[in-house]
């Protein structure tokens, strides 16, 4: 696997091995959820690229970028085990050679719903970035996560209006044992948050399980007391349409639904999802 830290240095070895490429952009602090992503387009391309790059733009908590994990050497490992082909490690000043300010990209409802309005400017950010890293690999198909649907939705509206000819992949959330999401943030966990963190996904399996046709708001409170009593402090549980992201409220047991979540434990914010239907 090379390791490139420039544009300029990443267009000159594609142009070397121009061949079909799987993009997968990432922050690092890689975990198994991640890997899938690199089989997923190993499986498809001939070449693999993973970029990672914490975005100092798409955090709006200043703590929680200060203290995003960066196992570096660690990720360079994984990423050399599952066969990438090119890790992209860029400097800050190599994605924003201007500075970080941008034009706001139109996302429409998407950028104010669920994450971005408990974390504003942050799809403006990810867009932000995912553009620069779009133009600079240049790939033929891009891998995305299940875990951030929302993010999933957001990129397709950049991607259809400025990608058109790169082809998305989603690729399901991939779990601990426990049924804990994967995420990098779970780094920050104590051994004991690990073992409650479960409860998030038990939360939504829950409302998998057992939602019916009709009012679904009952359901919601009652599994927002109980994620209460277990000291998680839930910016939001909701249903929503699948394909808009618009709260469901009453449910004709028909129209394609998910449960979506963001709690905090303790100072760490987790997030997962759970298609119903
Ligand atoms: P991140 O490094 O958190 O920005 O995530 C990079 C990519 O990995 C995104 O497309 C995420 O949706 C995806 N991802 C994160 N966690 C998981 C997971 N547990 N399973 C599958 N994909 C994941």
């Not at 544009?7 to 991640?34: C, E, Y």
């Not at 990720?75 to 990438?84: F, S, V």
């Not at 601990?176 to 409860?199: C, F, Q, T, Y």
């Amino acid at each position: 696997m090379v390791i490139l830290k420039t544009k300029k240095d990443l267009q000159n070895w594609i142009m070397r091995n121009g061949s079909s490429i799987g993009f997968v952009p990432t922050m690092g602090a890689l975990h198994n959820g991640h890997i899938s992503l690199v089989s997923a387009a190993l499986e498809i391309y001939n070449l693999c690229v993973v970029s990672i790059f914490v975005n100092p733009t798409q955090f709006n908590n200043q703590e929680d970028f200060e203290k995003y994990p960066e196992p570096l050497e660690a990720d360079i490992n994984m990423l050399e085990a599952a066969g990438c082909h090119c890790l992209f490690l860029p400097a800050v000043e190599t994605i924003y050679p201007q500075g970080m300010e941008a034009k706001p990209f139109p996302i429409g409802d998407l950028e104010n719903m669920l994450e971005g309005a408990f974390r504003p400017g942050h799809y403006q950010g990810v867009v932000q970035v995912v553009d620069i890293l779009l133009d600079a690999v240049k790939p033929d198909g891009i891998f995305l996560g299940e875990k951030d649907y929302q993010q999933f939705m957001v990129l397709s509206v950049l991607i259809n209006k400025k990608y058109p000819d790169v082809q998305m992949h989603l690729a399901a959330t991939i779990r601990e044992a426990s049924g804990l999401a994967m995420s990098s943030r779970n780094m920050r966990l104590s051994p004991e948050d690990k073992i409650k963190a479960v409860e998030i996904f038990n939360t939504l399996f829950y409302i998998k399980e057992n939602l019916l046709p009709g009012n679904t708001n009952k359901l919601i409170e009652q599994k927002l007391v109980e994620l209460d009593t277990h000291g998680f402090k839930t910016d939001y549980l909701t249903i929503a349409d699948a394909r808009t992201l618009e709260p469901v409220n009453n449910w004709d047991g028909k129209k394609k639904v998910i449960a979506l979540v963001a709690t905090y434990l303790n100072d760490v914010r987790l997030i997962d999802n759970m298609t119903i239907n």
